[in-house]
């Protein structure tokens, strides 16, 4: 028996891979897989038993990936509180935020804490095509110390190795894809959490990353400070998240180019929230410095020429799911990174970070077949990032199946 399959084509293809772009590309598709990636001419036996999507003047991207997404909080609204006490309502928040996500053509989003796990929920309710949205992972509730960084919504604190240990577990218990955990304080509670300093020893993160490993799931960390950089990289962690390379006094900007190239040495990899690309250094964090116009991305670029794997990201909480690619434009627009850069800042190194390269990032044979019909050749044109004409996820068309003027029509 021979398995349905679809054939979707445009004018120029951008597989994410970093070959060149394909004029004329043709991608065979069953059960959601791509199966072969080819340009011209479809073989005549394919012509005649595949269904066609055909998109004359478009460009295919692969699906975007926001590695850094928080679906179920909305602290601005003005009923955040009865909201936040249902887990139900948070559910519904949280779908309707992730098609927000689906509709600017971000294919995968990786939910970095949401109280009751909710996002646990609603990636089963995806899956099984209860809700439409993008790919959720999702990490359930994330890890912090009591008064830590994001205590004041889950309430619950992770003060030791041993209690870090059982929180790994209990989150894989729950459904979790990897572990989150808040290695420094932040800026959600205010005073009460200290951003500069660290929140768990390099000892206690080791445990909680060597139980994670064990049952085979990915740790991200939340990094503010310095010091919890140290701590990260010497307990093995994955994934560090803002890196600020905050100094323990404030104004301060603590950059440790070693510390930086032992993480590159050990394929560490880091998301920038995109927004913070835009901001010196010395109007925010190192404000007692000399910074001049450098801002946080001249820190993650410094990483990066050490081996870094540096990608970006939203950090979208109630509001700017779509942001991403408006952002990515603004990147390449002040010349921040050049478009193929930028690009693959948002689909295939990602994909590595969450783990999941196998599955997303490029469009090639045995992945998913997760793209984006664009309206010009954003290598050229990035703004175009901005007007999707369709979105397919998993080979089913999610967004703008009507812009398919020749649907079955080789």
Not at 158 to 184: C, H, N, P, T, Y
Not at 335 to 341: H, M
């Amino acid at each position: 028996m021979i398995e349905a399959q679809t054939v979707f084509s445009a004018d120029l293809l951008i597989d994410g891979s970093g070959r060149a772009p394909v004029r004329d590309p043709y991608l065979v598709v069953a059960e959601g897989r791509i199966l072969e990636v080819g340009a011209g001419r479809p073989p005549d036996a394919l012509r005649e038993r595949a269904k066609f999507f055909a998109m004359p003047g478009a460009t295919i991207i692969p699906g975007l990936v926001d590695a850094h997404v928080h679906l179920a909080l909305a602290m601005h609204l003005p009923d955040w509180a009865a909201i936040d006490a249902d887990p139900a309502r948070l559910a519904f928040l949280a779908a309707r935020h992730a098609q927000e996500a689906l509709r600017a053509g971000i294919t995968t989003v990786a939910d970095c804490g949401a109280r009751h796990g909710v996002t646990i929920a609603l990636r089963e309710a995806i899956a099984q095509g209860w809700v439409e949205g993008p790919r959720v992972w999702a990490c359930g509730e994330w890890l912090t110390v009591t008064n830590g960084h994001g205590y004041f919504w889950t309430r619950r604190g992770f003060d030791s190795a041993e209690e870090l240990r059982k929180g790994v577990r209990e989150m894989v218990w729950q459904g979790a894809d990897f572990i989150k955990i808040m290695a420094s304080g932040g800026t959600t509670q205010g005073a009460k959490t200290n951003r500069r300093r660290a929140q768990y020893s390099a000892e206690e993160l080791r445990v909680a990353v060597e139980d994670a490993h064990r049952l085979n799931k990915r740790v991200i960390c939340h990094v503010n400070a310095t010091e919890a950089m140290r701590h990260c990289l010497k307990a093995g962690v994955d994934v560090v998240e803002h890196c600020n390379w905050l100094g323990a006094q404030e104004g301060t900007i603590e950059y440790d180019h070693d510390l930086a190239r032992e993480g590159g040495r050990r394929g560490l990899c880091a998301g920038i929230n995109i927004e913070q690309v835009f901001k010196p250094l010395s109007q925010n964090d190192g404000y007692a410095q000399d910074w001049g116009d450098l801002t946080r991305w001249d820190l993650m670029r410094r990483m990066q020429d050490v081996g870094v794997n540096i990608f970006v990201d939203t950090d979208a909480a109630g509001k700017d799911y779509d942001a991403l690619p408006r952002m990515m434009a603004r990147m390449v627009e002040e010349g921040k990174a050049e478009a193929a850069e930028t690009l693959a800042m948002a689909t295939l190194v990602p994909a590595r970070a969450l783990g999941l390269s196998d599955e997303i990032g490029s469009l090639e044979k045995g992945k998913q077949a997760d793209m984006v019909f664009l309206p010009a050749n954003p290598l050229i044109d990035i703004t175009a990032l901005t007007r999707p004409l369709a979105v397919v996820k998993g080979g089913c068309i999610m967004v703008g199946k009507h812009a398919f003027p020749d649907a079955n029509r080789p």
